[in-house]
């Protein structure tokens, strides 16, 4: 796969960039030093700070590419995320009861919250999408599970006694990279793997759909089963993706849109592209988060919504196109 | 000979109302059997009560002589290739790809040389790199007959394959399905055209109100009794150089009706 690739260079390219530059701005010989000398205080800076950030970022972006990527493929639909089927609303719920409830002062505790809610929501998607057959059906029920989660939360938020909490739950919602260490990636990494197994299981099923719900029924593959590896695996991927750095938005929308030209289309040559621009994306948002110079750090959601926003307006208006009879 | 599909005393409904009553077809290998009945007469309810898509209120269905609960995705779809009339096609992937589908349990070049050459035998071989969202929809209709033909299927299930079609399309998948049955194909197609139908199948079956009215050879099915009871048309089936050609007007027994 050349696409594939070009874009691991893009992604090499882009992660030696983030961990080049920062808010601290480091001469030649400080990076040199931090080369050679691994106590110093640019390999500090370098390998302590941006260097799990930097892991963070590409990890969160690859997951939240690929189960966009599978959630269109799935709902045959440009404009399903993660979002619309309210995955990301609910793990963003499961963490923000983590912490009004005080489960978060326990190691992984938010975490598990975050996972669980994003597995909760997933479970009852695959339940629906064993019953419904219609796409449009499951992103209706999507719409109501995503209005759900934003009401609980907005709820906690609302009941929430300290001003402290109610602002680190709305620093959780706005998505960050930053303060992340190697064991917390790699507690998300278990999950995240896990759900890209079951992501590329389901490909080939995917495209089977491209032709409908009852060509792909009557074309031999298991569909039943493939349909399930298919949420089971997004909803695994976004919710490691939002125990990790919180409510990140858009990279799953644009991910897939970007890349599908190049490969015909076809849903199941999109995923692994997908993960990888995902990947550069949120690197490359991430540097923009903490280059930018503002006096309170910029959050990593606020920056992919504030470009993913128009991207979705763009992929909205294309879209037009495949929904003429 | 087994049968490669027999449905018998199938009734199905749906939303509290009959849709199939007491319907008995089979179709054997080497026939091409032409569904037709006015809208909502139960054609397109009756191929997919074939297929398992529709649930059956009762009756028994099945395919290459074995009852359609006891198979396999895998081996169903061994047995019965279809093709819905929803033409809807998600993404724009270009068109060997999506006759390719059919072809699943090929390896990828086999599968890639198949929808080539299926291309190339529904005469639109230079279509095979263009998108399918990028093609008018008469072409696309005959991409999806293409991807139909791949299966390789011994039972080719066609909803409305000639819709959307040119008049020269229509007569040449009419065509290429006859090729499959002198192969040993059993195929089913529902038609709105009774002339193509006439002219290309060897039984009509006739659908009524989700009864089955009769299951004939063309010219007994159109009868004129049948076109004026079932379709509501004055005329019969009349032959000419060409082949059969159903005649026919709009009954005038009501004075409003012209």
Redesign the interface.
Same mark, same amino acid.
């Given at each position: 796969m050349r696409l594939c690739a070009l874009l691991l260079i893009a992604l090499l390219a882009a992660a030696a960039l983030a961990l080049a530059l920062g808010e601290t701005p480091l001469s030649l010989a400080q990076y040199h030093a931090a080369i050679v000398s691994p106590g110093s205080e640019a390999a500090d800076i370098i390998f302590g700070v941006r260097a799990p950030r930097v892991g963070t970022a590409a990890l969160v972006g690859a997951a939240l590419g690929l189960s966009g990527a599978v959630m269109q493929g799935l709902l045959r639909n440009p404009l399903a995320d993660p979002a619309v089927l309210g995955v990301s609303a609910a793990a963003g719920l499961g963490a923000a009861a983590a912490i009004a409830f005080g489960f978060a002062a326990d190691a992984g505790g938010l975490e598990a919250a975050a996972l669980a809610g994003a597995l909760v929501a997933g479970a009852v998607v695959a339940a629906l999408a064993a019953r419904l057959r219609e796409p449009e059906t499951l992103i209706l029920f999507g719409v109501a599970l995503s209005a759900m989660g934003g009401a609980l939360t907005s709820l906690i938020l609302n009941l929430s006694p300290s001003p402290v909490t109610a602002n680190d739950i709305l620093k959780w919602l706005l998505g960050s990279a930053a303060d992340r260490d190697w064991k917390d990636l790699g507690l998300a990494l278990g999950p995240m793997v896990l759900g890209g197994v079951l992501c590329a299981y389901a490909a080939t099923g995917l495209t089977m759909l491209t032709l409908g719900e009852e060509t792909a029924a009557l074309s031999g593959l298991p569909m039943a089963r493939l349909r399930a590896a298919a949420v089971a695996g997004s909803a695994l991927l976004t919710g490691a993706s939002v125990a990790l750095a919180g409510v990140v938005g858009f990279i799953g929308l644009a991910a897939p849109h970007l890349v599908r030209g190049s490969v015909s289309d076809d849903p199941a040559r999109t995923l692994a592209p997908s993960a990888l621009t995902g990947a550069i994306l949120l690197v490359l948002a991430d540097l923009a988060a903490r280059m930018i110079p503002t006096a309170e750090e910029l959050k990593l959601g606020v920056v992919t919504a504030l470009f993913g926003a128009p991207v979705f307006a763009a992929v909205a208006w294309r879209a037009a196109r495949s929904w003429r009879a | 000979m087994t049968c490669a599909l027999e449905l018998s005393r199938v009734e199905v409904e749906r939303g509290g109302r009959r849709i199939l009553s007491d319907v008995s077809l089979s179709v054997r290998p080497g026939e091409i059997v032409g569904l037709v009945g006015p809208n909502g007469a139960g054609k397109t309810t009756l191929l $997919?009560a074939a %297929?398992g %898509?529709q649930p059956r209120l009762s009756g028994e269905v099945s395919l290459g002589g074995r009852r359609l609960e006891a198979l396999g @995705?895998?081996e *169903? !779809? !061994?047995l !019965?290739?279809?093709l =819905?009339q @929803?033409r $809807? +096609? !998600?993404? #724009?992937? =270009?068109a060997w *790809? +999506?006759v390719a %589908?059919g072809a +699943? #349990?090929k390896s990828p070049a086999a599968a890639h040389e198949l929808a080539l050459a299926q291309l190339a035998d529904l005469e639109i071989e230079s279509l095979a790199q263009r998108?399918v969202?990028d093609m008018s929809?008469g072409e696309r209709g005959r991409v %999806?007959v293409a $991807?139909l033909l791949a299966t390789n299927a011994p039972l080719l299930i066609a909803d409305e394959p000639a819709a959307g079609l040119d008049p020269d399309a229509q007569f040449l998948v009419a065509h290429r399905l006859r090729r499959q049955a002198e192969q040993g194909v059993a195929v089913i197609v529902t038609l709105h055209d009774l002339t193509l139908a006439a002219r290309s199948c060897d039984r009509l079956a006739v659908l009524q109100d989700g009864r089955l009215r009769l299951c004939a050879a063309p010219e007994e099915a159109l009868a004129p009794p049948i076109l004026a009871e079932v379709f509501g048309l004055e005329g019969r089936v009349v032959s000419s150089p060409a082949g059969a050609v159903v005649a026919a007007r709009r009954l005038t027994g009501d004075p409003t009706r012209t």
């Open positions: - | $997919r %297929l %898509l @995705e895998q *169903r !779809a !061994a !019965a290739g279809y =819905p @929803e $809807r +096609i !998600a993404w #724009n992937m =270009p *790809r +999506i %589908l +699943i #349990n998108g969202l929809g %999806l $991807r």
